[in-house]
């Protein structure tokens, strides 16, 4: 075909091209569905929040925590990730149901091991010094605001 000549120029007869086709990527453009099942969460530690979810820069929450403050686990689970990843530092990734996670990170100390079962409430991490927790909540894979699923804090 002659040079800028389109998918228009196509004839009906021509074979359907067998490249990586863009719909791979659809997904990603559509908006996200809401996930079916809803979740209820409690707040992840004490502390002032001091950043706010407003994607793609900041995709959870951050929370200071005092030193020697515990991170507990906002809703039951069981812990899928834990180590280091580039730009969370020490974290805890905990699944809930097929479609919610939360991510618990910038900890000093993770307290639990990967694949132990996680109870509402229960410790998962430790700030040694004060420190900002990073708190995600993902809906099918997807960032959503925390502070949507967390009760007001009184």
């Known amino acids: 075909p002659p040079a800028g000549a389109g998918i228009s120029a196509a004839k009906a007869t021509d074979k359907p091209a ?7 990527a659809a997904p990603d453009t559509t908006p996200s569905k809401p996930p079916a099942s809803a979740i209820r ?11 706010s979810f407003a994607p793609p820069a900041e995709k959870g ?3 200071e925590v005092p030193a020697g403050g515990k991170v507990r686990a906002a809703a039951p689970g069981w812990a899928i990730h834990v180590g280091t990843l580039r730009g969370y530092g020490q974290l805890v990734i905990i699944k809930h149901n097929d479609d919610w996670l939360t991510v618990y990170g910038n900890l000093d100390r993770p307290l639990v091991k990967e694949n132990d079962r996680i109870s509402a409430g229960q410790d998962i991490g430790t700030m040694s010094r004060a420190n900002e927790l990073h708190f995600e909540v993902r809906g099918n894979g997807k960032p959503v605001n ?3 699923y967390l009760p007001p804090r009184g």
């Open 18 to 24: 067998t490249t990586t086709a863009p719909r791979a």
């Open 146 to 148: 925390p502070a949507s």
């Open 61 to 63: 929450l951050r929370i």
């Open 41 to 51: 969460l409690q707040w992840p530690a004490d502390g002032r929040v001091t950043g």
